[in-house]
């Protein structure tokens, strides 16, 4: 079973002006790194952050097929920032959600409309905190936006069956970002169309393995 379909214990919880490390000028990094670049990477694939409430509130939706992925994004927002966690069942996902006044610290890329319709850059300290933790990042791109597949061909009458990663995003700028930590990884990739990457070498996959893992 991979690492991050694993129980874990229960994180300390403490306010969230507290964890705020964007608030607290004492604090350089966040409470937890890996899940925060895991986070941001679902928080790009299918999250959203309402600013408008009298409390901001984040939201992931989490597919009702992947319990798995449903518990990793509740453990992460609880590593990073949340002291409560809710889970809201609609026809075919499920919303994980958080409220919280410090969320917009932490996910600078929040605004008004879709994510495809305007720029998506990182902050240098998020770029920093991914950097270090760029297949966290690419485990959240690809179980919110991405899969693992058996890609099937045939060749001279033969078929063989190879797996392959693929990530689908219709922002140029985050489909940038998911390149730019496939780089830092050394792991090979192209682009089938302008809104899908495919990664099918097997050495790359195998990477991908190590850091991503299907979905559970």
Known sequence: MWEWCRERPEPLIRPTAERCFRCRR????PTDPR???YLLGLYLGD????VTARVPVLRISCGNAWPGLIGACDLAMRAVL???VQRVRQQGCVSVQSYGKHWPCLLPQHGPGMKHDRPIRLAE????IVGAHPGDFLRGLFHSDGCRVANRVRVRGREY???RYMFVNESADIMGLCRWALDLLGVAWRMNRR???SVARREAVVTLDR?????C
């Not at 999250?47 to 309402?50: E, F, N, R």
């Not at 300290?125 to 920093?128: E, G, L, Y």
């Open 47 to 50: 999250g959203h952050l309402v």
């Open 195 to 197: 809104n899908c990457l």
């Open 161 to 163: 069956v190879y797996p």
């Open 35 to 37: 899940a925060y670049s």
């Open 125 to 128: 300290w998020q770029r920093t």
């Open 26 to 29: 004492d604090v350089g990094d």
């Open 82 to 84: 949340a002291t409560k």
């Open 211 to 215: 850091h991503v893992g299907p979905k």
